[in-house]
């Protein structure tokens, strides 16, 4: 007869934990032959560790890649879109506010062309600003002269003469005679002369004098004068040169003579270009 033996703990409880079990054969209660059989009770299942997922292949990286790419254009091309957007309005603006000026411009040009007086878009004749031609013309022969020097003058009145044909002398719209000029018209002129003084040797108590005097109606009256003393060294054994100018405005009447005088005539250089007398009418 089989029997069943547990064992239990020192303590009389069944332990929770599988133990040894033996079958003990007992038949006529002698046991002719013990036989043990070690047999455990089941186990509980014993759980197992979660299975780790194998690695994704390498082949599924590039298209990852990819799609993070697309995506990246996909925002920057979205970006792209709104700043040409905006240029294109930047430029419709500009050509509708350039239409736009435009329109005004030609609108005002309609309104000015309609408001010009008929009698301008006329033909006839204009009146003339300013001088006309003979006004011109007339103007063009004012009173001016420009006479030189000559090599022959006389001593006796002190008054020079002057070339007035040769060089670059002329007369216009007055009258030269004997060393004068003789005006023709009332008016403002400008007057001058110069003269130039040359001698081998000198004094320094020697002096000069320079005038131009203005005859009207028999009277004579000195205008200008420039006087000079001291312009050389004592003892200097070389030879001296000096001149003297005079210019100024004259209100001058018609028939008026004009006349140049120095007090030493003899001294007079031949060089006839530093050597002048002239004028010229202002108005």
Not at 46 to 64: H, I, L, M, Q
Not at 201 to 209: I, L, V
Not at 225 to 236: I, K, L, M, R, V
Not at 250 to 265: A, E, G, I, T
Request: net charge positive.
């Amino acid at each position: 007869m089989w029997q069943l033996l547990f064992f239990s703990d020192m303590n009389g409880n069944l332990s929770h934990s599988p133990q040894p079990v033996f079958m003990v054969d007992s038949g006529g209660g002698h046991p002719k032959q013990h036989r043990y059989y070690h047999q455990q009770l089941p186990r509980p299942p014993v759980p197992r560790p979660p299975v780790p997922r194998p690695p994704v292949p390498c082949w599924t990286f590039p298209p990852a890649r990819a799609e993070m790419k697309n995506r990246g254009w996909g925002r920057m091309n979205g970006g792209i879109a709104w700043v040409l957007t905006l240029i294109l309005l930047l430029v419709f603006a500009a050509l509708g506010l350039g239409a736009y000026q435009i329109l005004r411009l030609q609108t005002e040009m309609e309104r000015l062309t309609q408001e010009i007086p008929t009698q301008m878009q006329s033909p006839a004749p204009q009146k003339q600003i300013g001088l006309n031609p003979a006004e011109l013309n007339k103007n063009k022969q004012n009173s001016a002269a420009h006479l030189i020097g000559r090599a022959d003058q006389s001593t006796s009145s002190g008054i020079l003469k002057w070339e007035a044909n040769l060089g670059d002398a002329f007369t216009e719209g007055v009258k030269y005679i004997n060393g004068g000029l003789q005006v023709n018209k009332t008016g403002l002129y400008f007057v001058y002369s110069r003269v130039e003084f040359l001698s081998p040797k000198c004094n320094p108590r020697d002096s000069y004098t320079h005038l131009m005097s203005r005859q009207r109606t028999g009277h004579n009256r000195i205008i200008m004068e420039d006087h000079q003393e001291g312009f050389c060294t004592a003892g200097s054994k070389h030879p001296w040169m000096t001149g003297s100018h005079l210019g100024s405005l004259q209100h001058l009447k018609q028939s008026d003579w004009l006349f140049v005088n120095v007090s030493h005539p003899h001294l007079i250089s031949k060089n006839y270009h530093s050597n002048y007398f002239g004028l010229f009418k202002i108005n």
